[in-house]
């Protein structure tokens, strides 16, 4: 094993205009078919989260569940989702948030036993930060104390972290 660090953005494909035009989507789907780099993108990934001391960590739909569920093992926590509207059932929370290219909505079960608990949110990109400030809305609300998040990919210039009030990590920055 080597002591060079991972290089996650050899493994990133950069598809222009998707999805719509001005807009470059950072797809992490080669890392994810590439046994070495996910493995390599997991470890990473676990080396942040466990900075943190989390009690239990919440995937964010979709591709946080990727990262969420591997960490959770990894730090032996829990794992809860937090979903898009009308994919969890019983009795849920949702508040809505903007996109660079949208709104949307999000869901968390009332159920999940989060409140007291060290919660770090885990998500594959923070760009404007709408989805990370739901998420870690919900979590708050239920009584969770978000301690951090931990995200594959930044887009720095749309300066999504201002919006969070916890420190967040990553494995890859760009600009936009």
């Known amino acids: 094993m080597s002591d060079t ?4 953005d050899p493994y990133i494909a950069k598809i222009p205009d998707f999805p719509k035009a001005g807009i470059t989507f950072y797809d992490i789907s ?7 780099a996910f493995s390599q993108m997991t470890k990473a990934f676990c080396e942040k989260a466990r ?7 919440v995937g964010i ?7 969420g569920a591997a960490a959770a093992v990894t730090l032996e ?5 937090i979903r898009k509207t009308g994919k969890l059932p019983g009795e849920t929370i949702e508040t809505s948030y903007s996109l660079e290219y949208g709104e949307a909505r999000l ?9 007291g608990k060290r ?15 739901a998420a870690e809305s919900l979590v708050t609300k239920v009584g969770g104390i978000v301690c951090g998040a931990v995200c594959a990919i930044e887009l720095t210039g749309l300066k999504g972290r201002d919006k969070l009030s916890c420190p967040v990590s990553v494995l890859q920055t760009y600009e936009y």
């Open 5 to 8: 660090p991972f290089i996650l």
């Open 30 to 36: 080669p890392a994810l078919e590439d046994a070495y």
């Open 51 to 57: 900075s943190y001391s989390p009690d239990m960590l």
């Open 61 to 67: 739909d979709a591709r946080g569940f990727l990262f």
């Open 77 to 81: 926590c829990g794992v809860v989702m």
């Open 107 to 115: 869901a968390l079960q009332t159920a999940r036993h989060i409140a």
């Open 119 to 133: 919660i770090l949110l885990c998500d594959d990109l923070l760009a404007t930060g709408g989805t990370l400030a």
